[in-house]
């Protein structure tokens, strides 16, 4: 087929392969509701209690795990080829030849063996993620719905609607629930909620009577189907895009394969809608490959190589939700630089001489020197590691660079996340490495893994034998047990309430004296900021930024680390009940942070959900305290009695105590310290100062302690 000289710039290509992926979204989202609503309809709930009932959690997982290999799925597999189809009519639409030259080639439109088994690849690659992230989820809704007492039937029901979730999407349900129970006012900001209930919750608030069981109930399972709707429709954006985009790439290299071009005709360059909403590293790969690149070659990015938008090789987060298009076109045999009858234009001439100053040296950005940290490492490290450190202070990575070799890489498990010392592996069982919760946790296994590695070089230091040096598995966090023993008192000094633990029978007891100081202090932030009422949180509010500056703190920052001291998006400061709740939050979080009132801060301003920004403090307290104070997460005490027994056990250079430490209350084993390490570099590495600064603020010998440790490592 001769094919027409096209006049067709890059944005109207752009627009060319939006509008067909556009076409295929809510197609691939229905079919994806389509399928979780078959899968719940035919798994009844008192199957799923019966198997709670006996314990057999493996047949649960099963039970749901054997309908993603069947018929439930065929429309979303039948919509990710649609998708692939509009993708070859976007190629053709656009496709021309450069410098006007025409050859005879064929695009068609449709399916060939190679499409056909790319989209079975999309389709079979999406139903695996998510089986697995459906085993997460049920086995996340199982052990919180245990642990608060619930019968068999409410789990049940609970695992059902979950089908489709992530576990941090279902953790935000919980949270929804919560709230509605509690008549919390900010139930009625949650985005996802069903706002024609919102004057029946109001009532119920202002009133102060509790809704039923059966209004909640509804509730929340409005707002988890709604959820539901919210992730088919961004894995249709995701896949839409992956599917139109691919197919070009896929119908291009079939073309090669076949003889019918020459590999180096195709030249692909990077086009963005241009709109606002593009994300800062793809409004960056245009100029970071100012000349495109060819068929076999990925573009640069700041997030790593990346062959198409979409591209399920590249990270997740240079992918989900992407809105660019690769504009490719072919380029003319005969300007081919081999073909005999090539036209070579004469070289231009030499340029005159120009006396100049020296060129300044070149500025190395954060993302390449964040690039050049993987650029050494293995597939797998840059695939599965790097992610979590991409808004880490590049300064901070050198450790990484260095001794972070993770030659054992990373394991994807059932369950649970470890780090494997002698290995040198990571396990994980969350595969979102574009997830908060994904991030934090790799960050703090990867801390075990320095903790681990660091040591070899400090026993070398001190004179050990070279085969203990090779295969020693402690860690260098136990020479900090003094200080994390320091800092655990202070901790108890500071306790306001009785402390609620899940570890010990006798929770730690409030310090004298600690709850009054609190308040005190309080108030008297209150008074100097003007907040008296609502009708004076719009001044206040104004004020806060200040107040956060002084102590060092980014107020930006810290809504990340406690989203509740925010506001909405969009919303300005005026007098309304939000703003007054947000400016009282942020007040709590300064005097939590002043007067080291960790007990508020976990407990009333932060619900430490899996993946947020305070877990690791969460679980330090534990650590430190040895659970006497305990949150929401951390080992349980018998976990740090393990290592306790491990330790007074080794001698291996005849010092006992640089393995434990004894204090008047408690022996610290170097469990305690590992913990202590690996939260302590998941909020040195995390990019978020503020969430830092924080930790540094309970634990300041230990944090002191550990930063030398790694600059002695560094030296």
Same mark, same amino acid.
């Given at each position: 087929m001769n094919i027409a000289l096209l006049k067709m710039t890059g944005s109207d290509a752009v627009a060319v392969f939006l509008r067909a992926a556009e076409g295929m979204e809510p197609k691939i989202a229905r079919a994806f509701i389509q399928a979780i609503e078959t899968i719940r309809v035919r798994i009844p709930a008192e199957k799923i209690a019966l198997l709670l009932e006996r314990r057999d959690y493996t047949s649960l997982e099963n039970a749901f795990s054997g309908h993603f290999t069947s018929t439930e799925w065929q429309p979303y597999g039948q919509a990710i080829q649609q998708a692939v189809i509009a993708g070859t009519k976007a190629t053709s639409e656009t496709q021309g030849i450069v410098n006007g030259a025409q050859e005879d080639f064929e695009i068609r439109v449709g399916l060939n063996p190679r499409l056909e088994q790319f989209a079975l690849?999309? @389709?079979?690659?999406?139903?695996?993620?998510?089986?697995?992230?459906?085993?997460?989820?049920?086995?996340?809704?199982?052990q919180s719905g245990t642990t608060a007492g619930d019968d068999p039937f409410a789990i049940a029901r609970r695992i059902r609607g979950s089908i489709g979730l992530t576990q941090r999407q279902e953790a935000a349900v919980n949270n929804y629930e919560r709230m509605l129970r509690a008549l919390d006012p900010a139930v009625l900001e949650r985005k996802l909620r069903d706002r024609?209930?919102?004057?029946?919750?109001?009532?119920?608030?202002?009133?102060?009577?509790?809704?039923?069981?059966?209004?909640?109930?509804?509730?929340?399972?409005? *707002?988890?189907?709604?959820?539901?709707?919210?992730?088919?429709?961004?894995?249709?954006?995701?896949?839409?895009?992956r599917a139109v985009q691919g197919a070009q790439w896929e119908l291009f290299q079939d073309m090669i394969n076949k003889g019918q071009i020459d590999a180096r005709q195709v030249r692909r360059t990077w086009i963005t809608t241009n709109d606002g909403h593009v994300r800062d590293a793809h409004v960056q790969i245009p100029s970071m490959n100012p000349r495109g690149v060819g068929q076999a070659e990925t573009f640069s990015s700041p997030?790593?190589?990346?062959?198409?938008?979409? $591209?399920?090789s590249a990270l997740a987060a240079n992918t989900i939700q992407c809105r660019c298009a690769v504009f490719a076109r072919i380029i003319s045999r005969g300007l081919l630089p081999s073909s005999p009858g090539a036209v070579v234009a004469p070289p231009p001439p030499p340029p005159r001489p120009v006396p100049s100053a020296p060129p300044p040296a070149p500025v190395i950005s954060d993302a390449e020197r964040r690039r050049r940290v993987w650029a050494n490492k293995t597939p797998d490290e840059r695939l599965n590691v790097a992610p979590a450190f991409m808004e880490t202070d590049p300064a901070r990575m050198a450790i990484i660079e260095k001794l972070g070799d993770l030659k054992g890489g990373v394991k994807f498990v059932d369950s649970g996340a470890w780090h494997d010392g002698t290995a040198?592996?990571?396990?994980?069982?969350?595969?979102?490495?574009?997830? &908060?919760? *994904? &991030?934090?946790?790799?960050?703090?296994?990867?801390?075990?893994?320095? $903790?681990?590695?660091?040591?070899? /070089?400090?026993?070398a230091k001190e004179g050990a034998p070279q085969t203990l040096v090779e295969n020693y598995g402690w860690v260098a966090s136990r020479r900090a047990l003094s200080a994390i023993a320091e800092d655990a008192k202070d901790l108890e000094a500071s306790l306001i309430r009785t402390a609620p633990t899940g570890?010990?029978?006798?929770? &730690? &007891?409030?310090?004298?004296?600690?709850?009054?100081?609190?308040?005190?202090?309080?108030?008297?932030?209150?008074? $100097?900021?003007?907040?008296?009422?609502?009708?004076s949180a719009a001044t206040a509010y104004a004020k806060l930024e200040a107040e956060f500056t002084k102590r060092g703190l980014d107020f930006k920052e810290a809504q990340k680390v406690v989203p509740d001291i925010g506001l909405e998006p969009g919303l300005s400061p005026d007098n309304s009940r939000?703003?007054?709740?947000?400016?009282?939050?942020?007040? $709590?979080?300064?005097?939590?942070?002043d007067q080291r009132d960790h007990w508020t801060l976990l407990t009333q301003l932060s619900l430490c959900e899996r993946g947020s920004y305070l877990v690791g403090l969460s679980d330090s307290i534990g650590a430190a305290t040895l659970q006497d104070i305990g949150y929401n997460f951390g080992h349980e005490q018998a976990y740090y009695k393990r290592f306790l027994t491990v330790s007074n056990s080794a001698n291996l250079l005849g010092k006992r105590s640089d393995f434990? *430490?004894?204090?008047?209350?408690?022996? /610290?084993?170097?469990? @305690?310290?590992?913990?202590?390490?690996?939260?302590?570099?998941?909020?040195?590495?995390?990019?978020?100062?503020?969430? *830092?600064?924080?930790?540094?603020r309970f634990f300041p010998r230990t944090a002191k302690a550990f930063e030398a440790m790694v600059e002695g490592a560094l030296k």
């Open positions: 690849t999309m @389709t079979s690659t999406r139903i695996r993620e998510i089986d697995q992230t459906t085993r997460d989820t049920i086995r996340q809704v199982i024609r209930s919102d004057p029946t919750v109001a009532r119920a608030i202002s009133n102060d009577k509790a809704l039923t069981d059966a209004q909640v109930r509804s509730l929340v399972d409005r *707002y988890r189907d709604r959820y539901v709707k919210y992730r088919a429709n961004v894995i249709g954006r995701t896949e839409s895009i997030l790593g190589p990346i062959l198409y938008p979409g $591209d399920p040198l592996q990571i396990a994980m069982s969350n595969r979102d490495t574009a997830s &908060q919760d *994904y &991030q934090s946790t790799m960050r703090h296994e990867y801390g075990h893994h320095i $903790d681990a590695v660091i040591d070899k /070089y400090f026993l570890w010990t029978t006798t929770p &730690q &007891q409030a310090a004298p004296g600690a709850a009054q100081r609190v308040d005190e202090a309080r108030q008297k932030l209150r008074d $100097d900021l003007g907040l008296e009422d609502r009708y939000e703003t007054f709740r947000a400016a009282r939050n942020a007040v $709590d979080f300064l005097v939590s942070y434990t *430490y004894k204090s008047a209350s408690r022996e /610290y084993g170097v469990g @305690t310290s590992a913990q202590l390490f690996a939260n302590w570099f998941e909020a040195w590495t995390s990019g978020n100062a503020t969430q *830092y600064a924080v930790f540094v």
